[in-house]
């Protein structure tokens, strides 16, 4: 073990026992200590769930990467490991960027990671040279494999950057052996998925072009994923620098999947269509993982590249990661829904049915909490209404709201009254199917976040939340009349 990851291991350890269970969330994983962003090798060892994160151990805000890890049995309640991976060796002296892992047939669990050294460009310039890298390891303990980079520059397709040439996503090739998805960036056409093959797992050459930008998706993509899912193929992908295009794309930064059909003997992926995964505020990196019971289970970064340096650096953690989610594909559709590990958390069920609600607001006794999942479904009374919303973690001074306009067909989150005094990016809005203003919302609500699934998980917005836990109240609001019916269950985490 080198002497750097040493030291983030003494110090994590140290560091951690300043901050309180209280003082994180109740069922997301947060930073062990100080800055967590990407996830990182979401996979299943040694009978227990692994994801480790893009981690800087020394300071709350983005620094020299390094790989934490924590390990879990249900997705939900999670055990910090000790770090993974420290920036150490040459070809990752300046950090250990995102990646995957795999089991392989010895059964070592092996980590691919992107390396980043600082060298000048041609220009003079200093630039980040990016590689790929292989860890191996027993679930615990990691050893970077001594003839890394085992994939290069010199690797790449023509018009490939060395400069942008990371994430590697390892999946199983369809006839045997593994494919590699690393992100490239492609001059003057922006980002694009290569595919590398390898028989080992260990020794790669590059294959194919899976999918390419060409321009219309922001600029460089990031950490890609793609499976197969109910006869379809997905393409998860984060891109830079994305321009709104109706109501999708308006992370700036953000994640969006490409539903489509893939040919694998002629290695072609045709795209049908081009969806944001998260239309919330804090959504990026997402990456997935098929269960041993079938189910595909994603997820991401629960934070915004554009609003994440702005907390000051007394801050013990920055960084949490979004609630687990189980994916299908329907009506040509992403659909997400909470993992069903979720359920057996649930306590103290209340139920109201057809509550009249017009034009005003109201409380529901039994009705509150910071750690819940609540489902709303509105109906219209009579001729529709002009506005629905919920009212959560409120008080007599701050609220977040989640509100549906049936006109408009718009669902948008709001958290400009939570308490925060930045600036910052604090609305999102998705557009939203409906039948004469019937709606069907889901909120899962942890200490310092919200997460909001529409219509069965057609559409979901997340975001973090700046309100004191002690904000707790839940409000009902109609413009118009509605009936809605409420389930809600406390969280026991």
Known sequence: MSQALRDARRYEEAMERAISPEDRPAFHLSARVSWLNDPNGFSFYGGRYHLFY??????????????????????????????????????????CYSGSAVTLPDGRHMLMYTGVQRVPSDNGQMRHLQT???????????????????????????????????????????????WALIANDQSGEGGRILVY????????????????????????????????????????????????????????????????????????????????????????????????????????????WDT????????????????????????????????????????????????ELSDGAITLPGVSGRLLDLEVEVVPMGESYNRFAVRFAKNSEFYTSVSFRPHESVVKIDRKFSGSRRAIIHQRRALVEHEGGRIKLRLILDRYSAEVFVNDGRKVLSATLYTDPSADGIEFFADGAVKINVKKYRIDA
């Open 197 to 304: 093959e390898s028989s080992d797992a260990i020794h790669w050459k590059y294959g194919f072009v899976l999918a390419e930008n060409k321009g219309r998706l922001g600029c460089m993509w990031e950490c890609p994923d793609f499976f197969e899912l109910d006869g379809r193929h997905v393409l998860l992908v984060s891109s830079q620098d994305m321009l709104p295009k109706g109501f999708e794309y308006h992370n700036g930064n953000g994640a969006f999947y490409l539903l489509g059909d893939f040919d694998a003997q002629a290695r072609r992926f045709t795209e049908e269509s081009d969806h944001t995964v998260d239309y919330g505020i804090d959504f990026y990196a997402p990456q997935t993982l098929l269960t041993s019971d079938g189910r595909r289970v994603m997820i991401g970064w629960m934070q915004n």
């Open 132 to 178: 790929q890298n292989l860890a191996f390891g027993d679930g615990t303990d990691y050893q970077k494999y001594h003839k890394n980079p085992v994939i290069r520059g010199r690797d790449l397709p023509a018009g490939g950057s060395v400069y942008d040439f990371r994430d590697p996503r390892i999946i199983p090739a369809p006839h045997g052996g593994y």
């Open 54 to 95: 893009q981690y800087n151990p020394y300071d709350s805000h983005w620094g020299p990467m390094h790989w934490g890890h924590a390990v879990s049995e249900d997705l939900l309640h999670w055990t910090y490991a000790p770090a993974a991976l420290a920036p150490d060796m040459p070809y990752d002296r300046d950090g």
């Open 308 to 355: 994440c340096n702005l907390h000051t650096n007394s801050k013990p953690w920055f960084g949490q990661m979004s609630l687990p989610r189980e994916l299908s594909v329907r009506d040509g559709v992403l659909y997400q829904r909470p993992v069903r590990e979720l359920e057996a958390l649930h306590s103290d069920e209340v139920i109201y049915e057809r509550v």
